[in-house]
């Protein structure tokens, strides 16, 4: 029997653990480049406008004893374009990656838009959340349902 704490436990499916290695991941109707390194309880890493999800490659190998997630959302980065452009889009699009990666909380830690993008993580799937670290962000719920 593992008696480690229930959010220190490996959560979900683990693609990739190499340093810099991209995963290409469907999101509801959406290829999305996603980082992923480690194990552990998930941290979701989110970069803002116009910066991709290597603005945290600096950042993520620090964080050991964490699964670190730094996708790239839509329109940006490696990601593919999309129709439609909202901060809603973005939320529901991170929580489908969740999903898809079998996690059903994680750490939120975004960065300007990413920040925004994360409150509405917060805001519409609050359940989803462990913690929501927002840096150098607009704090605007009125963007969201």
């Known amino acids: 029997m593992n008696?480690?704490?229930?959010?220190?436990?490996?959560?979900?499916?683990?693609?990739?653990?190499?340093?810099?290695?991209?995963?290409?991941?469907?999101?509801?109707?959406?290829?999305?480049?996603?980082?992923?390194?480690?194990?552990?309880?998930?941290?979701?890493f989110v970069h803002g406008f116009p910066l991709d999800r290597t603005t945290w490659r600096d950042m993520m190998p620090a964080r050991t004893g964490r699964w670190r997630i730094a996708p790239d959302p839509r329109g940006m980065g490696l990601s593919e374009v999309a129709q439609q452009y909202a901060m809603a889009e973005y939320a529901d699009d991170l929580a489908a990656l969740l999903d898809t990666l079998q996690v059903p909380?994680?750490?939120?830690?975004?960065?300007?838009?990413?920040?925004?993008?994360?409150?509405?993580?917060?805001?519409?799937?609050?359940?989803?959340?462990?913690?929501?670290?927002?840096?150098?962000?607009?704090m605007t719920p009125s963007a969201f349902s």
Do not use: N, W
């Open 3 to 44: 008696d480690r704490p229930p959010e220190t436990q490996p959560v979900g499916r683990r693609l990739s653990s190499r340093m810099g290695e991209t995963q290409r991941i469907g999101v509801r109707g959406l290829t999305l480049a996603v980082d992923l390194q480690g194990d552990g309880a998930p941290v979701l």
């Open 105 to 138: 909380r994680a750490v939120v830690c975004g960065l300007s838009m990413g920040g925004a993008t994360g409150l509405g993580v917060a805001i519409d799937h609050g359940d989803r959340l462990s913690a929501f670290i927002g840096c150098d962000t607009a």
